[in-house]
């Protein structure tokens, strides 16, 4: 969709765009979501179980912004929400890209009515082009060079293609050296929810070479999925893929035989060769509205053998945080067999956790992902290993 006058042009052409209808009223420029159906069958799902709702979707925005005046300007955009659920996740700040590089969009630029729009406004240099968005959103191939950057510089990361989308984009891993037991860390399938950017911050953060990180990668395989759905990042989807399919709950669809997005095939084929002995995954809000949320599995999906382990691990993860939002998935949760987390636990007895992260900034993002992921992998080696101790070597410099 594009809209244009004398003072702008607007659109959401290219990677990451995301906008409906665009037009101009009472001196503003009125931006619609871009609509995001869902199949027939998950539709039925959600009406069935959690009156059409329980899922967000069109909650995503991602506008380019050109002015055609030899002035500067101001503009002013008013992003409307759809009746979904989606409209809940709208809180702002809200981003404005400049210069290649993310901003948040000061207070005083914006307002925000809860569940009904949000305003933002900015001002343009003369011929200036600027995308404005809800979220810092990245592309896959700016991820996809990420990862080959980490593989060419440290030996020990290897990219690994997991298959293509209907769209012909690849779906990466990025993983460490084989060890006998392996952590993946995953962005979440929503695009809406950018987790691309802290996952590979984990990565980068092995490479600092401290005792610490250097005690990891002898411990742990540890493997990276960055972006499972490129191409509902790619063309700004919320929810699904660009086929409108819903990788994220289509794992139950799959290991029953039935028609499943590529995305699905793709992640759960890597998880079956590897075997995690635990999966966290990431859902990035960038917001500070919500206290962060932690979901791991109820210790029914685990033997009893296991009962010890899996309370440090969650004990670990939740020693983070002094407030949290803790929701057990338990073996009768709605829709729960669509997704992967009972899935990874009932079949191969992973600990998984699904972890929404509630910073503003993509720089606390990260750092908090990193402080998760070194917690979790603690929590997975246990204290014996924790405490360990080695000699440093040190030499005169």
Known sequence: MAYSDDNVRIDADGDCGSAGDICAADGRYLVAPQPEPVP???????????????VPREYAFCVRVRSLLERPQEVALRFCFTATNGRSYMAPPYWLRRGGRWRTVAAGDTDYMAEQYADVRCVLAPGETVWVA????????????????????????HRRELGRTAEGRPILALETDARENAIAVGATMQPAEPGARPVLAVAHSLTDRSALSEKLLQRFQFCFIPMPNPDGAATGRSLTNARGEVPMFSFERLLTGREAPAETGAVWRYMEALVPAAYIEFHPH??????????????????????????RVEEALIGLNDA??????????????????????????????????????????????????????????????????????????
């Open 286 to 311: 960038y917001q500070d509205v919500q206290k962060h949320k932690l979901n791991p599995m109820a210790l029914e999906w685990y033997p009893a053998a296991m009962h010890e382990r899996v309370k």
């Open 40 to 54: 027939a069958w998950f539709a039925q799902a959600l009406e069935e179980h959690f009156g059409g709702a329980g």
């Open 134 to 157: 809800n979220k810092p959103y990245v592309t896959p191939v700016d991820i996809e060079e990420e990862i080959d950057e980490l593989a060419d510089r440290f030996p020990f990361y």
């Open 324 to 397: 949290w939002r803790v929701t057990h998935l338990e073996q009768s949760l709605p829709l729960g067999d669509c997704g992967k987390f009972n899935n990874l636990a009932r079949v191969f007895k992973t600990l998984a956790f699904c972890y929404q992260i509630y910073a503003i900034t993509e720089e606390a993002t990260r750092a908090h992902a990193i402080r998760a992921v070194l917690a979790l992998a603690a929590g997975v080696a246990g204290p014996e290993w924790a405490a360990a101790q080695g000699q440093p070597e040190i030499v005169r410099g």
